[in-house]
C-alpha cells in the first residue's frame, strides 16, 4: 500500500494469504446452497457469534437491512441510536425498503441508549400506533471512538426487549473489535441479541462481504431477504475463502491496531494545535480536533498532509478528524503521519 491510508479500515487490502485461499477455493452456486466454501464461512461465523446459523451477504449495510426485513414488518418500528450506522449511514434502507420506521433515541458519550428510555419508546398495542418489534444496538460504537460497549449494557437492553416482546440486533460491523478490546470472546457480547452482522471487509482484511448471524429459523427468513434485495450471490466461495481466512487468522492481530491507534493518540497529545481525547481510544480510531489557534480548516490540513507526504486522513467536521489504524498501518505509518501534521501545523 503506497499511499499511508487512514480515512477507514474499509481501505485495507487483502492479504496475501487471502489472495491465494481465492484463487485455491472450490466454489458452487451459492443459490442453490451448493458453495462449499461459503457453507464453511457461514458455519464458522455462526460458531464464532455463538448462533446457529449465518448467511455471507455482500456488505454490512446488506446484513443490516436483510436482519431489519427478517425482524419486522411494513409499518412496524425499530428503535436505535440517533447517531447509529444504520439510522444515519444506510440510506434509509429499512424505511426505503422495508418500511420499517425507525424510531432514534439519543445516545451517551460511548453510544450507549438509556434503557428505560428504550422501554418508554416501546409503543401501547393501539391501532394508532405502529407496533415496535425491534432494537438495533451497535457495537463498537463508530460515532463515539469506536468505543467498545461491554455485554453488561447489552444484557439490560436485552432485558428491556424480552419484557416487551422486542427482537435485538446487532450492528457488529467491528464486533471483534470491541472483542479483542475487552479480552473477551464475541460471544460473551452477542449472547444478548438475537442476531448479528460483522464486517469481513474491515479491521479483518477481507475484500468483501459481511456475516449476518441468528437462529436457524430467523437466517431462513433472512436468506429470502437477501435474495429479494439482489443479494444472491452465485460461485461467492471466491469472495468467502477470503472471509474464512479474516476469521482464522485475522482476529487476534486487531489488537496491533488498538496499540497503534493509542501510539498515534500519545503522538497527537504531543503536538502544539491539537485536541485529542486518549481515553476514548480503545479500538482502531482516533478522533482529534484543530485548536482554535490553528488557522488551517480540517479540510486544508488533510490536503496538505496528502501533498506533502502521501498520508490521506478523513475528516469530521469542520475542524476534527477521524483516523482509523488497521493491517496496513505500522509503527512506520503512524510516525510519518505524526512528522507530517507537525510539518503541517508548523507552517500553518
Ligand atoms: C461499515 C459499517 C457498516 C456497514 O458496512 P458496509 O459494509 O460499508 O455496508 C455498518 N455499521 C457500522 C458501524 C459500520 O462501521
Not at 56 to 62: D, H, L, P, Q, R
Not at 309 to 327: E, K, P, S
Amino acid at each position: 500500500m503506497d499511499r499511508i491510508d487512514f480515512r477507514s479500515d474499509t481501505v485495507s487490502w487483502p492479504t496475501p494469504a487471502m489472495r491465494a485461499a481465492m484463487a485455491a477455493a472450490p466454489v458452487g452456486d451459492d443459490v442453490y446452497g451448493e458453495d462449499p466454501t461459503v457453507n464453511e464461512l457461514e458455519a464458522l461465523a455462526a460458531a464464532r457469534t455463538g448462533k446457529e446459523a449465518g448467511l455471507f451477504v455482500a456488505s454490512g449495510t446488506m446484513g443490516n437491512l436483510c436482519a431489519v426485513l427478517a425482524h419486522a414488518g411494513r409499518g412496524e418500528e425499530a428503535i436505535l441510536g440517533a447517531d447509529s450506522h444504520v439510522y444515519s449511514w444506510e440510506a434509509g434502507g429499512m424505511a426505503a425498503l422495508g418500511g420499517v420506521i425507525p424510531h432514534p433515541l439519543p445516545t451517551d458519550a460511548y453510544g450507549r441508549m438509556d434503557p428505560e428510555a428504550v422501554a418508554d419508546a416501546v409503543r401501547e398495542d393501539d391501532p394508532h400506533l405502529p407496533r415496535s418489534r425491534l432494537v438495533l444496538v451497535e457495537n463498537s460504537y463508530g460515532a463515539k471512538h469506536g468505543y467498545p460497549l461491554p455485554p453488561a449494557y447489552f444484557a439490560e437492553i436485552a432485558a428491556v426487549a424480552r419484557q416487551n416482546g422486542l427482537a435485538v440486533h446487532m450492528d457488529g460491523a467491528r464486533l471483534f473489535n470491541a472483542a479483542v478490546a475487552q479480552q473477551i470472546d464475541a460471544t460473551e457480547i452477542t449472547r444478548h441479541v438475537d442476531s448479528v452482522t460483522f464486517c469481513l471487509s474491515k479491521g479483518l482484511c477481507a475484500p468483501v462481504g459481511s456475516v449476518l448471524c441468528g437462529s436457524a429459523d430467523f437466517i431462513y427468513r433472512a436468506r429470502r431477504a437477501r435474495k429479494s434485495l439482489g443479494g444472491g450471490m452465485r460461485q461467492a466461495g471466491v469472495l468467502a475463502a477470503a472471509g474464512l481466512v479474516a476469521l482464522n487468522e485475522m482476529i487476534d492481530r486487531l489488537a496491533d491496531d488498538h496499540a497503534h491507534a493509542r501510539r498515534l493518540a500519545e503522538g497527537l497529545a504531543r503536538l502544539p494545535g491539537v485536541g485529542v481525547n486518549g481515553e476514548m481510544v480503545r479500538t482502531n480510531m482516533v478522533f482529534f480536533d484543530l485548536s482554535d489557534d490553528v488557522a488551517l480548516s480540517a479540510d486544508e490540513v488533510a490536503d496538505r498532509l496528502r501533498q506533502s507526504a502521501n498520508v490521506w486522513l478523513g475528516t469530521n467536521g469542520r475542524r476534527g478528524f477521524r483516523a482509523v489504524t488497521h493491517c496496513w498501518i505500522g509503527a512506520d505509518e503512524v510516525r510519518v503521519f505524526l512528522d507530517a501534521l507537525e510539518n503541517v501545523l508548523a507552517r500553518a
